[in-house]
């Protein structure tokens, strides 16, 4: 599995990275290798506040449908457009092309209490 060492993970297999704009959030390679092949995709609507540990949004897969969940607290800033048409992208490029939102942070610090790579490397060896 692909777990990169700059992310930040959570148990629930949601990364985060840091950047000039906010928190950009996606799921990692595990879940996407876990739900299969990926049909639709319920983002967060821009403008909402969602809740670290809380549902944000759904993923819908062959297998299965399973909800998004925030890493932190904080208004979504923006959300990927592209997953509508191509939700096959969270398949294909979970760190890239992928991402879910941007979330602007109510406390940037949050992102430091999420696992670093080798902390879920970890969780997902189990």
């Not at 670290?52 to 932190?72: C, R």
């Not at 939102?101 to 940037?108: A, G, S, V, Y």
């Not at 430091?112 to 790579?117: K, P, Q, R, V, Y």
């Amino acid at each position: 599995m692909n777990v990169p060492e700059e992310l930040r993970y959570t148990s629930d297999h949601e990364w985060a990275r840091g950047e000039a704009g906010g928190i950009r959030v996606g799921i990692t390679d595990y879940a996407q290798d876990a739900l299969g092949d990926v049909v639709f995709v319920q983002l967060p609507q821009p403008g909402s506040r969602v809740e670290e540990g809380k549902a944000m949004g759904e993923v819908e897969s062959t297998k299965s449908v399973s909800d998004l969940y925030a890493p932190i607290t904080g208004v979504v800033a923006e959300v990927n457009g592209e997953l509508a048409e191509s939700p096959q992208r969270l398949n294909e490029d979970p760190y890239g092309e992928g991402w879910i939102c941007l979330i602007t942070p109510e406390d940037p610090a949050s992102l430091e209490t999420l696992m670093d790579a080798a902390a879920y490397q970890a969780v997902i060896a189990d």
